[in-house]
């Protein structure tokens, strides 16, 4: 079983929170700050769980707008907003 989780999310503090507790658990875990670079990324190779935050830097749905783009990558991806 794959263990790599992707977080999307602009607050720093919060974003490494996320990472930190999962890296403990054992997760191979990927931080992305904005969408364009969470894209970027998943455009080379999806995660097999996104967490995401609703709210990114200046787009207030981007990561509604980064769900809808990971839906037509893949129908099956587990997504998390927490």
């Known amino acids: 079983m794959s263990r790599r989780i992707a977080i999307v999310e602009d607050e720093v503090a919060i974003r490494e929170n996320y990472a930190d507790v999962l890296r403990k658990q054992g997760y191979e875990v990927q931080t992305y700050a904005n969408r364009k670079e969470a894209m970027s990324a998943f455009d080379l190779r999806l995660p097999n ?33 927490p």
Not at 59 to 68: A, P, R, S, V
């Open 49 to 81: 769980l996104a967490i995401i935050d609703i709210g990114l830097e200046n787009e207030i749905d981007g990561g509604f707008t980064l769900c809808q783009s990971l839906r037509s990558m893949s129908d099956t991806l587990p997504i998390i907003f």
